[in-house]
């Protein structure tokens, strides 16, 4: 049986168009934050940090990821976040702010972001049927470079910076509601 990205749509869910909408804008959202939490961690880090050239590949990931949601909010005509002045400050404040604690709560801080963008990833390919197929394969492939970013950075010592389950809890926070912003505004 062929699924349909809006099956089971209910009254008061988002259309499936709505849906759509919602996956590439929040994605691409996402995907900007993700780049300037990194330029924010390199900005403070530098060059010279042991982590230095992890960081520059996680970065250029997330960029490559960047450049096709944003071909998709260009081609879907899709309007992109409002928030996404506010993402460009936070995200970089959020990696430099990391950054300044040390290597290891750099870590920490893409522990807890991919950790909430590996399950918003797996809601996201759940809810994508056949019609859908080349963009719940770019979610899979980019939920599992996500993963992959989370195990590099817990095997760089995430999990001793200081403070970690309280700062991992309130950087999983703040991007939850940075999805849920960013889908509806």
Do not use: N
């Not at 970065?59 to 005509?77: I, S």
């Amino acid at each position: 049986m062929t699924k349909t990205t809006g099956d089971g749509y209910m009254y008061g869910d988002p259309s499936p168009r709505q849906l759509l909408e919602r996956i590439i804008r929040v994605d691409q959202a996402g995907e900007y934050g993700a780049v300037r939490i990194y330029q924010g961690q390199r900005a403070v880090l530098g060059r010279h940090a042991s982590c230095a050239e992890t960081l520059r590949q996680m970065e250029e990931q997330e960029r490559q990821h960047l450049d096709r949601f944003t071909k998709l909010v260009a081609q879907r005509r899709v309007r992109p976040t409002l928030m996404q002045p506010l993402w460009h400050v936070m995200g970089f404040a959020l990696g430099a702010g990391t950054a300044l604690l040390g290597e290891r709560a750099a870590m920490a801080c893409t522990v807890a972001v991919e950790e909430v963008i590996d399950e918003h990833y797996a809601r996201q390919a759940e809810k994508l049927g056949d019609d859908e197929a080349e963009l719940k394969r770019t979610v899979e492939e980019y939920r599992a470079d996500e993963v992959a970013h989370r195990d590099t950075a817990l095997a760089l010592g995430a999990e001793r910076a200081p403070g970690y389950p309280v700062l991992k809890s309130a950087i999983k926070a703040g991007s939850r509601f940075a999805i849920w912003l960013s889908e509806r505004l």
